[in-house]
């Protein structure tokens, strides 16, 4: 990640972006990794210094990090459904996260999702954002660092002015005795494909697994 400029006026740090997380984690750890802060602020006439870091991912993703009055604990200014995003980006697990403004609330229905496959087949969505950049980078960074997983990028909702019409993928099973039927119905080419090699790659199934293209349900 490159470091955002400076200059900005300092408003801009919190306006752009909400306060979404809040992090309790070392700041000697912290700058081991990224470095001394882009930008120090002296507050409350010299009792504390507010320290920034601020930076843009090559997925276009900007977050600013201020450590405010403890040394050891952080705000992240990104926004709420990009917490994953800018976690993975950062490096950091979920145990140094005190506080997101997304806990407990459900994905949005509509925008780019990151879906996870396991070994089993088993599929849910993991993220969702607008910015479809964003969530292939997730995506991305997710399926480096996955054992035995994969996971894929699917639009959820109604396409946005320009895009191409939306087509599902069905994952067709078929005997030897030609009969066909569709055993899962994905959003992404990738996916399926993907699924439909799991069930060939099992010797417990004698069928044959293959994927075409299909029309949305209504």
């Known amino acids: 990640m490159k470091p955002l400029p400076t200059d900005r006026p300092r408003v801009w740090l919190f306006e752009r972006h909400a306060h979404a997380v809040t992090l309790k984690a070392s700041r000697s750890s912290f700058e081991r990794q990224w470095g001394p802060p882009h930008l120090v602020v002296t507050r409350d006439e010299g009792r504390f210094l507010e320290a920034h870091w601020g930076w843009r991912s090559e997925c276009g993703l900007e977050l600013v990090v201020v450590s405010l009055r403890e040394a050891d604990r952080f705000h992240v200014f990104i926004e709420p459904l990009e917490v994953d995003h800018a ?29 996870r496959m396991d070994e089993t087949g088993n599929r849910y969505d ?62 992404s080419e990738q996916g399926a494909h993907a699924f439909a090699d799991a069930y060939e790659a099992d010797p417990r199934h004698k069928q044959t697994y293959f994927v075409e293209p299909v029309a949305p349900r209504s």
């Open 87 to 115: 976690m993975a980006h950062l490096g950091l697990k979920d145990e140094v996260v005190e506080w997101r403004a997304d806990a407990g609330l459900p994905l949005p229905r509509e925008g780019w999702a990151v879906t």
């Open 126 to 187: 993991v993220a969702l954002s607008p910015e479809r950049a964003h969530v292939a980078c997730f995506a991305r960074i997710l399926e480096e660092r996955a054992h035995k997983q994969s996971y894929y990028v699917e639009f959820r909702g109604t396409p946005a002015p320009g895009e191409p019409a939306r087509k599902d993928w069905a994952v067709i099973r078929q005997d030897e005795h030609g009969n066909r039927a569709e055993v899962a119905r994905l959003q």
